[in-house]
DNA sequence: TAGATTGTTAATCGATTAACAATC
DNA sequence: TAGATTGTTAATCGATTAACAATC
């Protein structure tokens, strides 16, 4: 289990190499990955090392097997289900327009309280979020995205964690408390741009 | 300047205290700052310290004077001005949703190349993209998120930079090449969720 | 061969954690 | 006073960078 820092780096190489494949190549060099994703050749080779990875002095990496190789690591394709619960602007925009979330990832179904935003009969279905236990269990998801209001953030994630959930991306302004074997992410947009702000020396 | 890492605990710092403020507090422990963090009290003290603000033993860092220190650090409210270019389900969830965004942060218009998408009349104007740079050189914006398709985005990007822009929050999934004068940060929801996965060991 | 590239080991750097003195 | 809390210094840990041997 590599760490969170690690996992980020490991991601950005495996789109960069998606890339690269479709653009023909069959071998690449670590140079050419760094350049990619904005990291150092010794970086890309470390990495790659630790990941029992081998290249070819000259030649470069194999680009499918580094591909096949992350897969294996972060999970084959299609095992990636998820709920959205929250059908505000970010969770109607992540539930309308799927491919975004790439191939790899399958949101079986949104959770709103509001009834006049359930919709069963949607290409995904928005269901009324007293539904959620159910339909969490009998589908086995493990990982839910959390895009309701602030105020009832902490209220939401408790509820899902009950139901077993064990990952959250959480885009609520709030940073959730969960149990030790759970698994939170928190993006706050407005942290975000903030930061921007302050990075780029603009202020 | 603090690092990337810090400046993003301190950011979570601030929404705690914005809350421990609301619920009344005036004095907060370093322990209940990191209790809402996610993080130990000692990096609370230390992060303070390095920042030079002072609590009282037994009594704590004055809840205002914290938010105040942070607020000199990161910008002062109103100054965050932003655009938004391409207005598909992430872009227009911004553009419609703008309080989501804090009170802090302000977008003065979005840019898109579909016609169908402009819309001047707008509370937070649509405009075509062509437009972009008499637009942030009369406003003088100097962050946009960029939520264009992955195809367009580094195309999108040079212009931006072109026109001035020195940060970019970008969730398009694909790493921008900047110069070095420009900050990007790049938010890819498929991989944070690919990451919840892995980190919530669920596959 | 010379140059380029991998892969490993050692050195450096930065961030976190631990320890503890100061004192309210 | 004893206990709780701050604030600093030292120790540890992990990640990055540098150095370099191996070899294609």
Same mark, same amino acid.
């Given at each position: ?20 494949? %479709?653009?023909? +190549? ?19 080779? %470390? ?60 949101? %079986? ?61 959480? +885009? ?32």
């Amino acid at each position: 289990m590599v760490s969170r820092h690690i996992s980020k780096r490991l991601l950005n190489y495996r789109s960069a190499l998606v890339q690269l494949k %479709k653009m023909g +190549f069959d071998y690449v060099f670590s140079k050419t990955i760094g350049e990619e994703t904005g990291v150092s050749s010794d970086v890309v080779r %470390k990495d790659f090392s630790n990941m029992e990875i081998r290249g070819k002095r000259k030649v470069g990496y194999k680009v499918d097997d580094l591909i096949t190789k992350l897969d294996e690591m972060f999970g084959k394709t299609c095992c990636f289900e998820i709920i959205v619960v929250g059908i505000g602007n970010i969770g109607k925009a992540l539930t309308k327009y799927e491919n975004y979330l790439s191939d790899r990832i399958k949101i %079986k179904a949104g959770f709103d309280i509001n009834p006049s935003r359930i919709n069963v009969d949607n290409k995904i279905p928005i269901l009324h979020f007293d539904e959620v236990e159910t339909f969490v269990k009998e589908n086995d998801i493990k990982v839910a995205v959390v895009t309701v209001p602030e105020i009832s953030a902490q209220l939401v994630c408790n509820k899902l964690v009950e139901c077993g959930i064990k990952g959250i991306l959480n +885009f609520a302004p709030v940073m959730l408390k969960v149990p030790d074997d759970v698994f939170v992410k928190n993006i706050s947009f407005a942290d975000e741009i903030t930061r921007v702000f302050y990075h780029a020396k603009v202020n």
